[in-house]
């Protein structure tokens, strides 16, 4: 089960890779912060989240490296929320060129008021999507 999958292409740039035309570590991270903004615009777009005073902090990222991506390959990202709680979420991606699974990741965080960064409920809109395709899942 994957709740709230989204797939998006991802275009590989030429300062994305090192001297040997492999995508450098570090652009992952960027990858996935590209996904999670993707995942929220579907459902509350991060400035209708912000226009409430509350804002996603991620607290965790784990990504582990299958197999390199180079410059010229199709690559898809898939992402979903894993796992919601009252407070935190975890979201899992994964970073794929045809049927091969080059890196998956996980990151957790959790919403904060803007003023005190203290950690407020999952934003309603987010928590009911998540939950009824959960629910639909179960049966």
Known sequence: MKPLLIERPITVRTYDVDFASIVHNIVYLRWLEDLRSEILADILPIDEILATGISPILTRTEID???PV????AVTGHMWVD???RTRWTLAAEIVVGDRVCASARQSGYFADLKTLRPVRVPGAL?????AVVASEVR
């Open 65 to 67: 490296y299958r197999w």
């Open 70 to 73: 180079r410059i010229g390959d």
């Open 83 to 85: 796992e919601m709680a």
């Open 127 to 131: 928590r009911e999507q998540w939950q």
